[in-house]
């Protein structure tokens, strides 16, 4: 077993192999960003927070951190490991006067400056001025082991269960003002890559593994070209970014960690996280066992078969949950039909007092709020564990 299900390059990531879905659980795992701040609700860089332990990584971006899961076999084990992790970087983020932030926004007018590196600057010059609205996006991304057999029903379906990021719409604003209910989905998909739309939006369901690396080749070329366009070297290029690095669709087939990721959800407090993943993977372990088929415009879960709605249809559910999220009656209702708990999530962007425009103090004083609220979800699952 040689590849690791996390893309990223912590050394505490376990091997994921090939298995059979009956013959080991199906193994899961997380990625979840958060703004740094001082104790003033000032953006600012995470230090030596990265020192709390395995699993935690600085981002491109200045003010935003990274705390990863290995691949987990359940529920319980990933929920021990990410708290555990998390809760390692908000003690020494304690004893430093910094705080994370559970939003997918940063609610930050000003701007927010990249770590150097060769990677983002190549990205920066290709998407060009837009590249800032990426600057503003903190996520969750969850990797869900690839079943042998059943890979192209699992992309299918996480393509038809994106609009399920209203689950966990955490932020309206880009900078201090009001965007839409899910401000970084706007923001990522269709602000950032306006100009490179086949990059960052999500694409239709696929026939086949032979399609998709189809695909990934076809949109890497458009990526390699426009680099070379504005002034990079080919060879330059191709060994800073292959065919999966160099797309940022929401849903991907991630061959070298042999996993399916699904991008799309925005950071929020860790048990809204924490069930969401919960919630996808049972729906994804479901399909190992009933058959997938594509149909109208209804979808639904049974315990007889997983019938996914045609690409349009879902295509008009993930508009209706970035601009109105759990607030659509069609959102709430396609996504009881196809399996989740709707009721379950409280989603922070629907509890915030939104006005069309906040000021800076009011910007800091609402980044403190949520990290008082992501500390209490920390605190609220330790006790009980210890319990």
């Known amino acids: 077993m040689s590849d690791r299900i996390d893309p990223g390059e912590s050394s505490d990531r376990d091997a994921l192999g090939n298995s059979g879905a009956d013959s080991v659980p199906l193994r899961r795992s997380i990625e979840v960003e958060y703004w740094v701040i001082d104790g003033q609700g000032r953006l600012t860089d995470p230090g030596s927070l990265t020192d709390a332990g395995e699993g935690v990584e600085r981002e491109f971006v200045e003010p935003l951190l990274e705390i990863k899961t290995t691949p987990c076999e359940s529920t319980a084990e990933l929920r021990s490991e990410f708290y555990e992790r998390l809760n390692r970087v908000l003690q020494r983020a304690a004893g430093l006067d910094k705080r994370l932030v559970p939003l997918g926004t940063p609610m930050y007018d000003g701007t927010i400056e990249d770590r150097p590196?060769?990677?983002?600057r190549i990205q920066d010059r290709v998407v060009g001025s837009n590249f800032e609205y990426v600057r503003h996006c903190a996520g969750t991304h969850i990797h869900v082991e690839q079943q042998p057999g059943h890979v192209i029903d699992q992309l299918n379906t996480l393509i038809a269960l994106d609009p399920a990021l209203a689950l966990v719409n955490s932020s309206p604003y880009f900078g201090h003002e009001r965007l839409t209910t899910g401000a970084r989905s706007q923001l990522y998909r269709r602000m950032a890559y306006e100009t490179l739309p086949h990059q960052g939006r999500l694409w239709s369901y696929a026939e086949?593994?032979?399609?998709?690396?189809?695909?990934?080749?076809?949109?890497?070329?458009?990526?390699?070209?426009q680099s070379i366009i504005t002034g990079f070297d080919r060879e330059r290029v191709e060994?800073?970014?292959?065919p999966e690095s160099a797309v940022w669709t929401p849903v991907q087939l991630r061959e070298r960690f042999s996993t399916v990721e699904w991008r799309s959800p925005d950071t929020a407090l860790p048990s809204q996280v924490l069930r969401l993943a919960d919630e996808l993977v049972a729906i994804v372990d479901l399909l190992t066992e009933v058959p997938v088929r594509i149909e109208g415009e209804t979808g639904q879960l049974t315990a007889e078969e997983i019938v996914l709605p045609e690409f349009d249809v879902v295509g008009q559910y993930v508009d209706a949950a970035i601009r109105e999220g759990l607030s659509s009656e069609a959102v709430r209702e396609y996504l009881g039909r196809m399996g989740f708990d709707v009721d379950a999530y409280e989603p922070l962007t629907h509890e915030m007092d939104v006005t069309a425009e906040i000021t800076e103090s009011e910007a800091r004083e609402r980044r403190l709020r949520y990290a008082d609220r992501l500390e209490a979800d920390v605190r609220r699952v330790s006790s009980l564990t210890a319990d």
């Open 208 to 225: 086949d593994r032979e399609e998709w690396a189809k695909r990934l080749e076809h949109r890497y070329g458009e990526f390699v070209t």
């Open 239 to 242: 060994s800073y970014f292959g």
């Open 117 to 120: 590196g060769e990677r983002t």
